[in-house]
Structure formats: structure tokens, C-alpha cells
């Protein structure tokens, strides 16, 4: 299954951002900021990477819902979604 047309572009975006956020922590950690300022972006950064991963993961269950419209069996393209899902929970 394929990552939707429509959704790449906003994971790409939310994965630049948390891209810039990692570097920002880096520099942080390189000043020797208080870890509670670091921590506190480091949590930032895995949200952002959860909301592309639960974006991917929406954009598959639309495609099984589209496809099992078509009628297709999508039995088991489900049960991979779900994995997927709960790999991220």
C-alpha cells in the first residue's frame, strides 16, 4: 500500500519541521541548556512524529475503506493498518 499523493506533502512538511526541531535540540544540548528546556522539545519532536505516522497510517485506512467499496477483500491490508497503529500507540 502506498503513502496517498494527497498526504505525502503534509508528512513531508510535519517531518522538516520535526527535522529543524531535532537540529534545535542538538544546538541546545551543545550550549548546555537546562535539560527541562530540552526534554520539553525533544517531547515536541516525537508528537510531530507521531502526527506523520498516524497521517500515513490514515491515509492507508482510507485506502482500504475505498477499496473494499470496490468490493476487494481488504481483510488483511486491514490487520496490517492496525499493527501499524499500535506500533505508534
Request: charged share 30%; hydrophobic share 45%; with cysteine.
Amino acid at each position: 500500500m502506498q503513502v496517498d499523493e494527497g498526504a505525502t506533502g503534509d508528512v513531508i512538511k510535519r517531518l522538516r519541521r520535526a527535522e529543524g526541531q531535532i537540529r534545535g535540540v542538538i544546538g541546545m544540548l551543545e550550549e548546555g541548556r537546562d535539560c527541562a528546556d530540552v526534554v520539553t522539545q525533544l517531547a515536541a519532536v516525537s508528537r510531530a512524529l507521531d502526527r506523520a505516522g498516524f497521517k500515513i497510517i490514515a491515509s492507508g485506512l482510507q485506502q482500504c475503506i475505498t477499496a473494499g467499496e470496490d468490493g476487494e477483500d481488504q481483510a488483511v491490508n486491514l490487520e496490517r493498518m492496525e499493527k501499524l497503529f499500535l506500533s505508534l500507540a
